[in-house]
């Protein structure tokens, strides 16, 4: 029963650094896509996959980097971080026959100072 | 006008009362509606899918008006655990995104 599973749960980085939040699931979903949410406001979409080998840019996508090698798995690299990409970052997957709902994972903490 | 608007609340509600959330959506070729809550600072989990018949779900009914383009949530005997973040969720059918509501955030008093 692993679904949608985040690594790191916490994360600091300082700015400049860079480093890629991992993100794997095990249940065949074709979609995966990457949000963040900053305190107090709503998702907004980093970058999205639909298959192998396709990703597409979300709402926010400067600064990240994604790639999709696997069915399973959707890595987040952050580039340079910056103080503004202190977020929580999740991901989600879904599969994309019918219409079925968002599976997220747990989360990453991410702070840049 | 944004695509998915609901009211941000707080909504103060009593123990064992009865609450109702609205969400209106601004495509009206959106195929499939979602109900999710979150919990401060967690992954947003999902309450329950929203069917063209209306559906329910222990104390939860979710209902859609296509003519007026809303769906609705209604949790009856409120519990201090319904305490969350209520994310309405639309999706437009034509590519494999979904449209998130901003939420409204519901906060039941003893």
């Known amino acids: 029963n692993a679904g949608v599973t985040q690594t790191p749960k916490f994360q600091v980085l300082k700015t400049g650094q860079s480093m890629t939040l991992q993100c794997a699931q095990d249940m065949n979903h074709e979609y995966m896509s990457w949000y963040r949410q900053d305190p107090g406001m709503g998702l907004r979409l980093i970058h999205y996959?639909?298959?192998?080998?396709?990703?597409d840019q979300g709402e926010v996508p400067n600064g990240y980097n994604v790639s999709r090698s696997t069915t399973e798995d959707f890595p987040l690299r952050l580039l340079s971080a910056a103080p503004s990409q202190t977020s929580v970052y999740f991901c989600?997957?879904?599969?994309?026959?019918?219409?079925?709902?968002?599976?997220f994972g747990n989360g990453t903490r991410l702070t840049v100072t | 006008r944004k695509e998915v608007e609901q009211d941000p609340g707080p909504f103060n509600v009593p123990e064992g009362a009865t609450v109702a959330f609205n969400c209106t959506y601004s495509?009206?070729?959106?195929?499939?509606f979602f109900w999710y809550r979150q919990d401060c600072r967690k992954e947003p989990k999902l309450l329950m899918s929203?069917?063209?018949?209306?559906n329910e779900d222990g104390r939860f009914t979710a209902q859609l008006n296509r003519a007026s383009q809303y769906i609705s949530l209604l949790i009856r005997d409120s519990k201090l655990s319904d305490s969350a973040t209520y994310l309405c969720v639309v999706s437009p059918g034509s590519n494999y995104q979904l449209i998130w509501g901003a939420g409204t955030k519901l906060i039941i008093k003893p």
């Open positions: 989600a997957s879904r599969p994309t026959v019918g219409n079925s709902p968002l599976h």
């Open positions: 929203v069917y063209s018949s209306g």
């Open positions: 996959s639909v298959g192998a080998g396709i990703t």
């Open positions: 495509n009206s070729a959106s195929q499939s």
